[in-house]
């Protein structure tokens, strides 16, 4: 074979395509109880969109982003988050004018280029939920509520969640210098990421993943102890609201996250399943962010998790994804005369919510009940030209092995009668 899909992009195939379908419906389902309404943005934005909201000096600015130029000479990205899409299509369709709260959410392909392994791919796929408009801890609790919903509706019971609060530009800076006097003297011992980071982000250098950092940071101070007021009520009434709604967590001071929007509420949902990408979704508050992008002040909270993630965990976990939908029907044509006909009645039955399939390739009649028996109908409807004289046809019970004859105008009520689930059977 010549061509092959991308490193890091992966095909989703008809075999397993039932899984995902399995838990974005949930997710649906799940997203309107709660009342968020579908937001759908473009793949590709504008690069400076990107770069102003997730931050220059992070990562997924610096060294992942898929950037090219159009053949106009614009600079556009794939998208890499959806975060930065969502409050840009508020302010440019002034969607605040219309509620007091917009709460939306989506399921979309992401793209990041980095180095691929269990768990992290170059296009990924997120679920995710934004709640925009309100300053309030009750807006974080309703998105943190309705992710653990979610792990729960799937049977997941080992997400742990971590909370934390990484404060506002009234208490970080003041905060940034104390963490930085207490870096000062291990600096030269500390990793190169994390050295390199002591100017431009010593938050992150809390949650490096580098053993002797960790070491040196265990007496490191946390922001959620050097909180402002405001930052600090916001904080207690979250994990008020969080136990009422009896999901549980912990307070983690060292969640600091990859992206430099946030401010106040930051939290991570993990699993052991996962290994060293544990992270089953994250996400918080990102009061700034609105204003970053010209637009008023904006208070918003989300939240973004990782399909490929959530299902190595369901995998993991021998949980149930759904069931492949097959059809319960096949119609063969005992000959070629009879073909046409049979293909009427075909799409009479689907028309009928009944789902079947019928031959494509001008099989032989035994060849036609191979495909049946293999693609395991529950009945096997058969006819030829003495059928199609009498407009009847035979329905087999493939189980069984039984057969009998129905006229073609009873065979939509027979079929539904016996077939719980489908067109009309009540
Ligand atoms: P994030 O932490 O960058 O946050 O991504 C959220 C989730 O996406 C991760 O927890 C992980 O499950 C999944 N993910 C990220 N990168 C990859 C990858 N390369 N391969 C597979 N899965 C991945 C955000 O994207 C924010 N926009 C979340 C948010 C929404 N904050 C506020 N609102």
Redesign the pocket.
Same mark, same amino acid.
């Given at each position: 074979m010549k061509f092959k899909s991308i490193t !890091?992009a992966k095909d989703i195939l008809p075999a397993e395509s039932y899984r995902w379908q399995y838990v974005e419906q949930t997710f649906r389902d799940l997203a309107h109880r709660y009342n968020f309404k579908e937001i759908r943005t473009p793949v590709f934005e504008q690069t400076e969109l990107f770069a102003r909201s997730i931050g220059e000096l992070t990562d997924?600015v610096g060294k992942e982003m898929y950037t090219f130029e159009d053949r106009s000479g614009n600079s556009l990205t794939l998208k890499?988050?959806?975060?930065?899409g969502?409050i840009r299509a508020f302010l440019q369709h002034n969607l605040g004018q219309q509620q007091p709260v917009t709460k939306v959410y989506y399921l979309a392909p992401?793209f990041?280029q980095?180095r691929?392994q269990k768990?992290?791919?170059?296009q +990924?796929? *997120?679920f995710?939920?934004?709640i925009i408009g309100s300053p309030h801890a009750e807006a974080d609790a309703e998105?943190i509520v309705m992710t653990a919903e979610y792990y729960s509706q799937l049977g997941i019971t080992q997400a742990g969640l971590k909370i934390n609060s990484v404060g506002c530009e009234k208490c970080r800076p003041a905060y940034k210098e104390k963490l930085k006097d207490y870096l000062r003297p291990h600096l030269s011992k500390l990793s190169q990421d994390s050295q390199r980071r002591f100017e431009t982000n010593p938050l992150r250098i809390l949650d490096s993943k580098d053993e002797r950092d960790r070491e040196l940071t265990i007496d490191a101070p946390l922001q959620k102890d050097n909180l402002c007021r405001e930052c600090n009520e916001h904080f207690i009434r979250l994990q008020e609201i969080l136990t009422e709604a009896a999901v549980s967590f912990t307070v983690d001071g060292r969640i600091v996250?990859?992206?430099d $929007? $946030?401010t106040k509420t930051a939290f991570? +949902?993990i699993s052991p399943a996962l290994g060293s *990408?544990d992270?089953?979704? !994250?996400? !918080?508050? $990102?009061d700034l962010l609105a204003k970053e992008l010209g637009g008023g002040n904006v208070p918003?909270?989300?939240?973004? !998790?990782?399909?490929?993630?959530?299902l190595l965990v369901l995998e993991a976990g021998g949980l149930s994804a759904g069931g492949e939908q097959v059809p319960v029907v096949y119609l063969a044509a005992a000959d070629n005369e009879s073909r046409a006909w049979l293909y009427g009645i075909t799409q009479q039955l689907r028309r009928n919510g009944i789902p079947c399939d019928t031959d494509l390739m001008n099989r032989s009649l035994k060849a036609q009940m191979r495909e049946a028996s293999r693609q395991q109908v529950l009945y096997t409807i058969i006819a030829g030209t003495a059928e199609r004289n009498r407009n009847e046809v035979v329905v087999k019970n493939m189980e069984r092995g039984k057969q009998k004859s129905v006229p073609v105008n009873e065979l939509v009520d027979t079929l539904t009668q016996q077939l719980p689930g489908t067109g009309n059977a009540s």
């Amino acid at each position: 074979m010549k061509f092959k899909s991308i490193t !890091g992009a992966k095909d989703i195939l008809p075999a397993e395509s039932y899984r995902w379908q399995y838990v974005e419906q949930t997710f649906r389902d799940l997203a309107h109880r709660y009342n968020f309404k579908e937001i759908r943005t473009p793949v590709f934005e504008q690069t400076e969109l990107f770069a102003r909201s997730i931050g220059e000096l992070t990562d997924i600015v610096g060294k992942e982003m898929y950037t090219f130029e159009d053949r106009s000479g614009n600079s556009l990205t794939l998208k890499p988050e959806m975060t930065a899409g969502v409050i840009r299509a508020f302010l440019q369709h002034n969607l605040g004018q219309q509620q007091p709260v917009t709460k939306v959410y989506y399921l979309a392909p992401m793209f990041r280029q980095e180095r691929p392994q269990k768990g992290r791919l170059r296009q +990924f796929h *997120q679920f995710g939920l934004e709640i925009i408009g309100s300053p309030h801890a009750e807006a974080d609790a309703e998105i943190i509520v309705m992710t653990a919903e979610y792990y729960s509706q799937l049977g997941i019971t080992q997400a742990g969640l971590k909370i934390n609060s990484v404060g506002c530009e009234k208490c970080r800076p003041a905060y940034k210098e104390k963490l930085k006097d207490y870096l000062r003297p291990h600096l030269s011992k500390l990793s190169q990421d994390s050295q390199r980071r002591f100017e431009t982000n010593p938050l992150r250098i809390l949650d490096s993943k580098d053993e002797r950092d960790r070491e040196l940071t265990i007496d490191a101070p946390l922001q959620k102890d050097n909180l402002c007021r405001e930052c600090n009520e916001h904080f207690i009434r979250l994990q008020e609201i969080l136990t009422e709604a009896a999901v549980s967590f912990t307070v983690d001071g060292r969640i600091v996250r990859g992206l430099d $929007y $946030y401010t106040k509420t930051a939290f991570e +949902f993990i699993s052991p399943a996962l290994g060293s *990408q544990d992270a089953l979704s !994250g996400g !918080g508050r $990102y009061d700034l962010l609105a204003k970053e992008l010209g637009g008023g002040n904006v208070p918003a909270v989300g939240v973004a !998790g990782g399909i490929e993630r959530l299902l190595l965990v369901l995998e993991a976990g021998g949980l149930s994804a759904g069931g492949e939908q097959v059809p319960v029907v096949y119609l063969a044509a005992a000959d070629n005369e009879s073909r046409a006909w049979l293909y009427g009645i075909t799409q009479q039955l689907r028309r009928n919510g009944i789902p079947c399939d019928t031959d494509l390739m001008n099989r032989s009649l035994k060849a036609q009940m191979r495909e049946a028996s293999r693609q395991q109908v529950l009945y096997t409807i058969i006819a030829g030209t003495a059928e199609r004289n009498r407009n009847e046809v035979v329905v087999k019970n493939m189980e069984r092995g039984k057969q009998k004859s129905v006229p073609v105008n009873e065979l939509v009520d027979t079929l539904t009668q016996q077939l719980p689930g489908t067109g009309n059977a009540s």
